[in-house]
């Protein structure tokens, strides 16, 4: 019994190593900064119509040598109780094009779109603590007009199907609830964006054709959702969706693929195994973070179980 035990925690440990790993990968692919730009270009409003150059230029911080990757202004922000956050990717841009404004950025890769609460509350308050720690950074007592507007943006990876492939913007808007002022004042200083990666495919759009938005949508499908092989996704992200791919980038995203394989086989063996319900359970939950499909799933376990952890997945109930 205590072997058993033994092996179910080097199992754990294991798993969670590889998870670990897998996310670090991740962050490491959104951080290049041609892949942020094309990003930022889809999604935030300031960036709309600018050229990829363009809004790589406004990027604050010079690209890492080796690694093609932004130097990120500090990755984590003190807050009240003490505590601290810590960002995925956290970085500021200055728009000369719009009077050299400045921007705080923050970007998240998230694989749990159900963690058990509201992930939109999670980045509103990662915005939200961006404008405080502006605190004599930007902004004195005496005066906050200087406060500048930060943008959270959340790279949901796996969506339920009704969600998938869908794009949310959430920000502050004014009600006239009686008369018509003058004077607004400047409330736009806060979005937080939701992506939620499609599960079935990029556009087969040509890249003449495609917007902002349906590259962004395919080359990030392409990365992380797509069941090529690194060397083929890196193929399509160069020919169908124009980003530039170095040997670095390519090397992280074959480390991702890795792993991700890596997970799946664990999922397998486990399978073959038909341990505890409990370790089977686990199997598939890991299984589904990294994006295998139910089809695949159920092809290791029952497909009743794999449907009921999905429904509890959506529902918040298996937390």
Known sequence: MEEQKDNYLARTVRDAYGMEQYDIQAKKILADKYLLAVIMAAVVEEF?????????????????????????????????????????????????????????????????????YDLVTRGIYYGATMLSTQWEKEIRPEDYSNLKKVYSIWLCMNSSEQDANTITEYSIHPTMVYGEPKRIGRYDLITVVMIRLSNKGGSELTRETMDAIQRMNGALYTIFKS?????????????????????????????????????????????????????????????????????????????????????????????
């Open 48 to 116: 709309h119509g600018m050229d990829i150059d363009e809004v790589m230029e406004s990027i604050d911080g010079d690209p890492e040598v080796e690694t093609g990757r932004i130097i990120c202004d500090g990755e984590e922000d003190a807050i009240l109780t003490g505590g601290r956050i810590h960002y995925d990717i956290k970085f500021t841009v200055h728009i000369k094009q719009s009077g050299n404004i400045k921007l705080y950025m923050n970007l998240e890769a998230q694989r749990d779109y159900y963690p058990g």
């Open 227 to 319: 069941k090529k092989t690194a060397t083929e996704k890196c193929k399509d992200l160069q020919e169908k969706y124009g980003i530039p791919v170095s040997e670095t980038f390519e090397n992280e995203v074959k480390t991702m693929c890795n792993f991700s394989e890596v997970i799946l086989e664990k999922g397998i063996e486990e399978g073959m195994e038909k341990g505890r319900r409990e370790e089977r359970i686990e199997a598939i939950r890991n299984m589904l973070k990294i994006g295998a499909s139910k089809e695949t799933i159920a092809t290791l376990y029952p497909l009743e179980l794999v449907e009921q952890i999905i429904r509890e997945k959506e529902t918040g109930a298996d937390k």
